[in-house]
């Protein structure tokens, strides 16, 4: 887990967004990308270090979170190792009405 970076990269058009994701092994952040003031789309993908060292060598503006999995390790630790439904004994309950 500690391997996963985080990379912002600012991509002109769909044809650079193409051209990204065929050089790399890398995940895409779900929803629409965001714009910057320029016009760019600000994409975040996630990936090993070694896919994000071929992303940073493409032309496009970047920011690599070298940390993110560290992060990700720690917050993992947080979740909880029960099993709340006592192996199927216990009915979960949700937020959901019944019709």
Not at 76 to 96: A, H, I, M, N, Y
Request: charged content about 35%.
């Amino acid at each position: 887990m500690a391997d996963v970076v985080k990379i912002k990269v600012w991509i002109p058009n769909q044809q650079a967004l193409n051209d990204v994701l065929s050089k790399a092994r890398v995940s895409m952040e779900c929803g629409s990308p965001s714009r910057d003031e320029s016009g760019n789309f600000i994409i975040t993908l996630y990936g090993s270090k070694a896919e994000a060292k071929k992303i940073t060598a493409l032309k496009y503006r970047h920011e690599v979170d070298e940390k993110f999995g560290d992060m990700l390790e720690k917050r993992q630790k947080e979740v909880s190792k029960t099993d709340r439904f006592k192996g199927g004994k216990v009915k979960p309950e949700g937020l959901g009405v019944k019709k």
